[in-house]
């Protein structure tokens, strides 16, 4: 081999093993990026964890979106140190996606048949109720988790189900405003409180609300019962309701 030839050799070597350093390393970087951002998403995520208290959120096609929102929006945020402190599962009759009345679509997290054994239990509204209330497969599952929950929140309309499950007879309970007198004359077993002045009401392990925005206030109050004023107060800073309630144009 002549001189010239082997340093030719030696130029082409060198510049092929710098390409194969540059391609190690721009790989080696879009992995450790990669992993970056899978560890930046995963922190957010919260995995089922069977020893803590578990909230489930009850879905069906034209589900006011904001009542739903309203309970996760709530028990879905870490303490103030960072810890996870409940399970929060949102269920229908079947795995199909769920239509809100707003036109947005839900994936339920579990079905009547597979879903886990819950601490509390929402019931949200619809504008029209007529298919929910003669639905015997969501009144059936209101009454079987009446059974095992230490608590049962329906906000709006949502109580025409708690009404015709009749797990909540002869307790006192709220509807959305302007509805009460036929909720009463529909399930005259139920207390019905005024709507026009009263926007929640508890008895017992039974919790209502007017609905819609208002649905906060029941996940709220429910919220210090089960953690304490403190974390109630810190979730409010979070949500910065403070804000909505000074607000003024």
């Known amino acids: 081999m002549t001189k010239s030839v082997f340093i030719t050799f030696l130029i082409s070597a060198a510049i092929c093993m710098s390409c194969i350093s540059k391609q190690v390393n721009t790989e080696s970087g879009n992995t450790a990026a990669e992993q970056t951002l899978a560890d930046t998403q995963s922190k957010h995520l919260k995995p089922f964890k069977p020893e803590l208290p578990t909230i489930g959120l009850l879905m069906y096609d034209g589900v006011l979106q904001s009542e739903v929102i309203a309970s996760s ?8 140190d960072g810890k996870q402190l409940f399970n929060v599962v949102s269920i229908a009759q079947t795995k199909d996606a769920i239509t809100t009345e707003e036109g947005m679509h839900f994936v339920p997290d579990y079905t009547f048949e597979n879903c886990p054994k819950l601490t509390a239990l929402f019931v949200p509204s619809a504008y029209d109720m007529y298919t929910q209330v003669h639905n015997k497969s969501i009144v059936d599952f209101i009454k ?3 059974e095992e929950v230490e608590y049962i929140v329906s906000n709006c309309a949502g109580a025409q189900l708690i009404g015709e499950s009749g797990i909540a007879d002869g307790k006192k309970i709220v509807t959305w405003i302007g509805g009460g ?7 005259p077993s139920l207390k019905v409180q005024n709507d026009s002045l009263i926007t929640f009401v ?5 919790l209502s609300s007017n609905g819609n925005l208002a649905s906060y206030i029941s ?14 107060k810190f979730v409010e800073s979070y949500l910065y309701l403070d804000r909505l309630q000074d607000w003024k144009e």
């Open 181 to 187: 007198t036929q909720l009463q004359k529909d399930y």
């Open 144 to 146: 079987e988790k009446n």
């Open 73 to 80: 929006d709530v028990f879905a945020k870490f303490s103030e």
């Open 202 to 206: 508890e008895d017992g392990k039974f």
């Open 219 to 232: 996940a709220l109050t429910l919220l210090e019962k089960m953690t304490s004023l403190e974390h109630r």
